[in-house]
């Protein structure tokens, strides 16, 4: 590790390295749903309970593979053997899951589909756990580490809005290229679409590697299963935390993985892909500027408790917005830009206050069991993040049972659905976040104590201590 600080060439390689990571994560995360129940035919029930199970998997893998890679010891570290070798896996393993074979019958495409979803979170968490932890291996602690982690967190919500803006245009374009009819250029270019992301995600990874020079000897901390929920069940605001995290992150992805159906097959059939592309560009862009400008300053008016009711109200009045946009607007894209902002500044401000609001737990924690499990609580965040949306996708699939919502392969253009569809679709995407988030706000305003006031007499409680103990 450079003594002297971080040089310019492994910051730029490290971010580079969660661009490609990302992009991989949002093409699963954004399109696995439509690609196999629209595209490929698959059940949306069996696959919304394929999503759901791969996410609770997750909870047993995620600590296991620390387990291993904490355990490693080879000349070129621990953590950037398995990097490399989980990008390369999932890189083809992605390209495998979105290729599927056309002539294979419905169980069979079903079978397909679970067995390389589920490889595919195996593989990913295989490199996205050392890619994480390998950050005190080739940083000093404290303001370099920090700074390290914002710019990585940063970047890789660009590889997020790089897949989000382009993925729905460049299918079309290179499945339309590759010979593909209407009927079939979307499987065609899904499937190039994920040799694409994949290749680059390889190549961005290898910089990352070749950059980066990590101790081998740097101790990384896991934690089991076991240790995670036995460390929430001592600390309430730590679960009142986790809470807030599933509500908020899965009435997102409720909307989110309908929300390509509404555009498709109720909103604008005929130009729906101009039109949801506009859409995911207003509303990443929305989520960034607003994690950048918006809640620095609000923060300078209000504390970050205040913020985080603010971006309920916001998200609540943007969904009952879009709601009724649905009904009495027809073919007007620009007047849903409205509900985006609303929706997606809120849930923006909200990742950046959870964040903070974990922290608070961790001293909340201390200071009642003696013992700080911030690792463990911070491990469970990306966790939460997962099984949120394996919820929503599993709520999402089910939504598409019931409407009967299916693409016409003999169509030209997709074809509108029916009324009554339509009236499903557009009540699911809307009314099931305006629930969820309710309960969710209910929950947090009547758990969550860890008020500035509060804070500050944890912050003195525990100073006091740590003096006590120093003299005796």
Same mark, same amino acid.
């Given at each position: ?88 896996? $999932? ?9 599927? /074979? ?33 950050? /005190? ?34 299918? +079309?374009?290179?499945?339309? +290229? ?29 910089? @990352? ?7 081998? @000897? ?49 909103? +604008? /059939?005929?130009?729906?892909?101009? $039109? ?27 504390? +970050? ?45 909200? $990742? ?77 995407? @809307?009314?099931? /976040? ?39």
């Amino acid at each position: 590790m450079n003594k002297e600080g971080l040089k310019l060439s492994e910051k730029i390689a490290y971010g580079i390295g969660a661009v490609g990571k990302d992009m991989v994560y949002m093409l699963s995360a954004s399109y696995i749903l439509y690609y196999y129940q629209d595209i490929m035919g698959v059940s949306a029930a069996a696959m919304g309970l394929i999503l759901l199970i791969a996410r609770v998997f997750d909870a047993f893998n995620d600590p296991i593979m620390g387990v291993v890679v904490a355990k490693t010891r080879t000349r070129w570290g621990k953590f950037r053997p398995w990097l490399m070798i989980g990008t390369i896996t $999932n890189a083809v393993i992605l390209y495998l899951m979105f290729s599927a /074979p056309p002539s294979l019958d419905p169980a069979g495409l079903t079978a397909y589909a679970a067995v390389f979803y589920i490889l595919w979170g195996v593989t990913y968490t295989m490199m996205d756990i050392p890619y994480w932890s390998m950050v /005190p291996a080739f940083t000093k602690s404290g303001k370099e580490r920090e700074g390290l982690s914002a710019l990585a967190r940063s970047c890789a919500g660009v590889g997020s809005a790089i897949i989000s803006i382009i993925t729905v245009k460049a299918v +079309s374009a290179l499945g339309h +290229s590759l010979g593909g009819d209407d009927s079939t250029y979307e499987r065609i270019g899904y499937s190039k679409m994920a040799l694409i992301v994949a290749l680059i995600f390889i190549v961005f990874i290898s910089i @990352t590697c070749l950059f980066i020079k990590e101790k081998s @000897t740097v101790d990384m901390e896991t934690a089991s299963v076991k240790e995670m929920f036995s460390a929430l069940l001592r600390n309430d605001q730590a679960i009142t935390m986790v809470i807030a995290i599933v509500i908020t992150n899965t009435a997102l992805y409720v909307t989110s993985n309908l929300v390509i159906y509404f555009f498709k097959y109720d909103f +604008s /059939p005929d130009i729906w892909e101009d $039109n949801y592309t506009l859409f995911n560009v207003a509303g990443g862009g929305f989520q960034i500027l607003a994690m950048m400008l918006l809640f620095p300053i609000l923060r300078k008016f209000i504390n +970050s408790l205040k913020i985080f009711y603010t971006c309920f109200a916001m998200a609540l009045s943007g969904y009952v917005v879009l709601l009724v946009e649905t009904f009495f607007l027809k073919e007007n894209v620009y007047f849903l830009l409205i509900p985006a902002f609303l929706i997606m500044s809120a849930l923006g401000m909200m $990742n950046v206050v959870t964040t903070i609001f974990l922290a608070n737990t961790v001293d909340y924690g201390e200071l009642k069991n003696n013992r700080r499990d911030e690792s463990v609580i911070f491990s469970m965040q990306t966790f939460m993040v997962k099984l949120a949306s394996g919820l929503a996708a599993f709520v999402a699939g089910i939504v598409l049972q019931i409407c009967r919502i299916n693409e016409d392969k003999e169509a030209a253009v997709a074809e509108g659905i029916s009324v009554s569809s339509r009236m499903g679709l557009r009540m699911s995407m @809307t009314v099931i /976040p305006i629930i969820v988030l309710v309960i969710g706000l209910i929950i947090f305003a009547k758990k969550y104590i860890l008020t500035d006031e509060k804070l500050e007499e944890i912050t003195n409680e525990l100073a006091g201590r740590r003096n006590r103990e120093e003299t005796e």
